[in-house]
């Protein structure tokens, strides 16, 4: 059963489209039957261009990603999620809409908050570079969540491993 991960961040610009082009990548490279998906809760409608070209400096294609609204994941023919993970400190402040989950249970939540790499100072080269390593260390733990075994775990073991992935 495939194991659907939606990672929210407030705009869709940034971060969650860094952690969704980076779980995509490596669900595939490893054959994990997981799939990826981002949105915001105020989606701004575009993507940063400084986070497609750090995807696309990693070898990450960027064809399919897009700035969309959670209020997607709510309507009727929404994936049933398994995982939901707030990448932006205000995303994770706000209240969520009720996700299906798989099985009829809610999806499990966590928070591993990053920066916003847009504001990051040093000018262009400065952002590029915020951009460059807020992109390795969400792959880094995207990877830790594929080592999960994502099918076998209960809920409240899964929340403790994906908690505890956040705090690595």
């Not at 897009?66 to 209240?95: M, N, Y």
């Amino acid at each position: 059963m495939t194991t659907h991960v939606l990672i929210l961040c407030t705009h869709n610009s940034a971060r969650s489209v860094l952690a969704e082009g980076m779980l995509a990548h490596w669900a595939a490279r490893l054959g994990r039957d997981v799939q990826a998906h981002s949105a915001g809760s105020a989606p701004c409608g575009r993507i940063n261009p400084l986070a497609l070209q750090a995807l696309a400096r990693a070898g990450i294609d960027t064809q399919r990603l897009r700035s969309k609204s959670w209020d997607e994941f709510t309507a009727p023919g929404a994936p049933p999620l398994s995982i939901v993970i707030t990448v932006c400190d205000s995303a994770a402040a706000e209240a969520c809409p009720v996700f299906t989950g798989s099985a009829g249970a809610p999806p499990v939540r966590v928070h591993w908050g990053y920066p916003d790499p847009s504001n990051a100072e040093g000018g262009e080269a400065g952002r590029q570079r915020a951009f460059e390593l807020t992109r390795q260390a969400l792959g880094y733990r995207m990877l830790q969540l594929l080592g999960l075994p994502l099918a076998r775990l209960e809920r409240e073991a899964l929340r403790s491993a994906l908690e505890e992935i956040g705090r690595s």
